[in-house]
């Protein structure tokens, strides 16, 4: 049964790749575009970790001071309480300095390496911010390649089609508007012909009178 699934999924899997390679084939342009979103989201992951470092070094620094700064006042007291006499505080004090002192020093170093690590990835944060950008300014090329070539390719189909099409059309227009012209005069024609007969004929009778 687990076979059967995983090549079900597989199947899926190789389905939507070879749809996706076919998306890519006849609109690189809206891959390229969804290729970018994607890209934008993983560098707001990105950003959100540098911040989260940033964060990690200043607790750092602060329980580094706070460790430190009990660790002197431990031997200072412990120095005090030697000078009095009081073996006891001063045991205290001893112990007291040794484990603030050792925190101390455990969060010195681990904020040394906190810094370290933000460095570094704040130096990758900013190339992959410029990859990107220079992303972002190479579609903005290539859209303005594809717009000229789309445009050149309706002005080549424009022309092409001028050479022969709409001269036909024009023709059949001409063709057409002349037809026109000729039922108009012979309706017209027509329509008077009687009107000019009677009067030819009413002039003829007036000379010969």
């Known amino acids: 049964m ?3 699934f995983t090549r079900i999924k597989d199947s899926v899997s190789a389905d939507l790749h070879n749809m996706m390679d076919q998306k890519e084939q006849k609109n690189p342009i809206a891959a390229l575009n969804q290729y970018l ?3 934008e989201l993983e560098k707001e ?3 959100k970790l540098v911040d989260r470092q940033h964060k990690l070094k200043d607790e750092f620094t602060r329980e580094y001071h706070k460790a430190q700064d009990m660790a002197d006042k431990r031997q200072r007291q412990a120095g005090i309480a030697e000078k009095a006499g009081e073996d006891q505080m001063h045991e205290f004090a001893v112990r007291e300095y040794e ?3 050792a925190r101390a020093d455990r969060m010195k170093a681990s904020r040394e390496e906190a810094v370290q690590q933000l460095e570094e990835l704040e130096q990758k944060y900013e190339d992959m911010k410029h990859k990107l950008k220079d992303m972002h300014l190479r579609r903005m090329e290539l859209m303005g390649r594809e717009n000229i070539a789309r445009a050149n390719h309706q002005i080549n ?3 092409d089609d001028s050479t022969e099409k709409p001269f036909h059309r024009f023709a059949e227009m001409e063709k057409y508007i002349e037809g026109l012209e000729y039922k108009v005069n012979s309706s017209y024609y ?3 012909f009687d009107s000019k007969i009677a009067k030819l004929e009413k002039e003829m009778q007036e000379e010969a009178n």
């Open 45 to 47: 992951k990105v950003r």
């Open 157 to 159: 189909l424009v022309v």
């Open 37 to 39: 979103r994607q890209s």
């Open 2 to 4: 687990t076979n059967i």
């Open 190 to 192: 027509r329509s008077t």
């Open 99 to 101: 484990e603030y002192q």
